[in-house]
């Protein structure tokens, strides 16, 4: 069919039909701001969303306040004292080395999140620049761009993961870095398809007309107005980056003792399902599942309260 | 519709010569190259130098990149040094299988998941959709390892139901012993019905509210009528391009599956080959499962246009 305009070519995958078409009706007030208000309502009113907020906060508040009240010692191995099974002093019981299981819960809940976040914040941040210059230049540029997306997106992301940790030595800064450089891949797509729609706006023709440079008018005008793609994207980014650092654990690739992980402590603990000490599984596992549902409910609340297609 | 199929086909093309790219990329960042990393940390300069030239390691980078693009399209994707096999009889090999389980476990998935998210649809902020949504959502958040060994635990070693481990050898294997492909089938099955349904139940939520479904109601229709005969086939247009998009998870999904359950694919070579530091090998793999995705996707999109004639008439990207 002879109606490919010069248009960056689209495929009809979901990310960018879905990015295309989750777009409001245009309006003349200041649109970002109006809408952000909206959406911070439906979002109050959504329970689910709500519950995984406040999920969320108690369990930075476990992790982060925790241990400066729950002290426990997370450096030095007690043998004398591994495995004791949940008890007075011990109210999760120790582990194989020794170490308090509620206090390491604290501290690889820390490791875990700060790799959550940091490596949505990589991907985030890599994908919003990569599909907002894509969408707004257009064209073969546009068009190349979005092919190498969909050439790192075709490799599986666990493999392409399996590979770096064999080749990088895993530490936090670098999973950080290379999760979010597998990561940013998906907000590319999704802010290059808004930035489509959003580059058409008469405020964005208005300040193109006055003169207002390409930088300027994808920081102000694009990004700003792409915030909730963004914030719901980004949300779906944390839970993921803790399930491929927990799974990256397993497989052995993970950060490397002492310094503790959920990811770590859950894959250690599976060696001893067959001993009875349900204390080195359960918490662990527990923890990481609970934390990635809320991130998922919120990041679904979000996605509703800024009107987008509920697909993911 | 032949517009349509010569672009998409073109960058298709484009793609995969930027995943070997990638590839070629991948085994530039190896410590010391690709000689260092197949000779042995303790190779002397001499023996390097000496595998360089040999290999035409010691030519500029593009020509490196030449040499190793058309050694690949003729089917020479290396040797593994490990293994004292070359890569390309060694995916033969394992490649099929990992197509099988993957296969298997997605056809099963799609079986279960379609019916499930209509069925959420039209249950809609009921308790059963509630507790359906919630095991969906604590499903694909728990690790997938650890849903394995779950399974393990309490269908294998607590309760002798299925073997723990996944028939070893050829496919003649999992014929004579079918019972030991449930445990890994099955892990691979919840974590793709967990996003599956959820995919379904917002697909079919968003056709519910079309004209056409008010129209059928109005004229009488029940409501399994509407949901079968009118939404199904609307909303599992989408699942098509689902499809091609969600391989790449899949397969994820079976590396981590065939490591746990020993079942000999492209996924358990992959790990094994992580840890024994086998290069050849792991790009060897990378590069024939991005070219499996690319050429995934391209069908589905291809076959999302045969069934949906708006992708075909339209600007396509504008069917959703």
Redesign the interface.
């Given at each position: 069919?002879?109606?490919?305009?010069p248009?960056p070519?689209?495929?009809?995958?979901?990310?960018?039909?879905?990015a295309?078409?989750s777009e409001p009706v245009p309006s003349t007030v200041p649109e970002a701001s109006r809408r952000r208000a909206v959406a911070l309502e439906s979002f109050l009113d959504n329970r689910l969303a709500i519950a995984g907020l406040v999920v969320i906060v108690l369990l930075v508040l476990f992790c982060f306040v925790g241990p400066l009240v729950y002290h426990t010692n997370q450096v030095n191995t007690r043998l004398a004292m591994e495995t004791l099974p949940p008890g007075p002093g011990h109210p999760l019981g120790t582990d194989d080395v020794g170490y308090d299981v509620l206090g390491r819960l604290m501290v690889g809940g820390q490791t875990s999140l700060e790799v959550g976040v940091g490596a949505a914040l990589v991907a985030v941040v890599v994908g919003v620049a990569w599909g907002a210059v894509a969408g707004y230049v257009g064209g073969v540029v546009d068009a190349?761009m979005m092919?190498?997306v969909?050439?790192?997106?075709?490799?599986?992301?666990?493999?392409?993961l399996?590979?770096?940790?064999?080749?990088f030595r895993p530490s936090v800064p670098m999973l950080i870095g290379v999760v979010g450089l597998t990561a940013w891949l998906i907000p590319a797509r999704l802010v290059r398809g808004e930035t489509l729609t959003l580059r058409t706006r008469e405020y964005v023709q208005a300040a193109r007309t006055m003169g207002v440079k390409a930088p300027t008018i994808i920081v102000r005008h694009i990004v700003t107005n792409s915030v909730g793609t963004i914030l719901v994207n980004a949300t779906f980014q944390i839970?993921d980056a803790i399930?491929v650092v927990?799974?990256l654990s397993?497989?052995?690739?993970g950060i490397p003792p002492p310094a503790a992980n959920w990811?770590a402590m859950?894959?250690n603990g599976?060696n001893f399902?067959?001993s009875g000490y349900w204390w080195l599984v359960y918490p662990a596992?527990i923890a990481?599942?609970v934390t990635?549902?809320a991130f998922?409910?919120v990041g679904d609340g979000l996605r509703d309260a800024f009107g987008m297609?509920?697909?993911? | 519709m032949i517009g349509y199929l010569v672009r998409r086909v073109g960058q298709s093309i484009v793609v995969l010569v930027l995943v070997t790219m990638i590839v070629f990329g991948l085994e530039q960042l190896l410590p010391g190259g690709p000689a260092r990393a197949i000779l042995g940390t303790h190779a002397t300069p001499t023996a390097v130098a000496a595998f360089d030239r040999q290999n035409g390691l010691d030519a500029s980078l593009p020509q490196q990149y030449w040499t190793w693009l058309t050694g690949v399209v003729r089917g020479n994707l290396g040797f593994s040094y490990v293994l004292n096999q070359s890569v390309v009889s060694l995916l033969g090999e394992r490649l099929p299988k990992t197509a099988f389980l993957a296969g298997v476990s997605t056809a099963i998935a799609l079986v279960v998941a379609v019916p499930l998210g209509l069925y959420q649809a039209e249950r809609r902020n009921h308790l059963d959709d509630y507790a359906v949504t919630t095991l969906s959502f604590v499903l694909y958040s728990t690790p997938a390892f650890w849903l394995a060994l779950l399974l393990i635990e309490f269908l294998a070693v607590r309760n002798h139901v299925f073997p723990a481990e996944a028939p070893q050898g050829g496919f003649s294997a999992i014929v004579a012993d079918p019972k030991a492909m449930v445990l890994p089938v099955l892990t691979i099955t919840l974590v793709t019905i967990a996003a599956f349904s959820r995919y379904v139940r917002s697909s079919a939520l968003d056709q519910l509210t079309q004209d056409y479904v008010r129209m059928a109601r109005s004229k009488g229709a029940s409501k399994g009528r509407v949901l079968v005969t009118h939404v199904l086939r609307n909303a599992i247009l989408p699942v098509v391009t689902l499809l091609g998009v969600y391989l790449p998870y899949i397969l994820s999904g079976t590396l981590i599956t065939e490591e746990i359950f020993n079942y000999p694919g492209v996924g358990l070579l992959f790990f094994d080959a992580a840890t024994s530091q086998d290069y050849p090998v792991l790009l060897g793999v990378v590069l024939v499962v991005a070219t499996a995705t690319v050429v995934g996707s391209l069908l589905a999109d291809i076959a999302y246009a045969v069934i949906d004639p708006r992708v075909r008439y339209h600007r396509p990207g504008g069917a959703s």
């Open positions: 069919m002879a109606s490919s305009l248009e070519t689209h495929e009809p995958t979901h990310e960018t039909a879905r295309a078409a190349l092919r190498i969909d050439a790192f997106l075709s490799i599986p992301v666990l493999f392409l399996l590979f770096l940790a064999t080749v839970a399930l927990a799974a397993f497989l052995g690739l990811g859950l894959s599976l399902t067959y596992g990481i599942v990635v549902v998922n409910l297609d509920r697909r993911r | -």
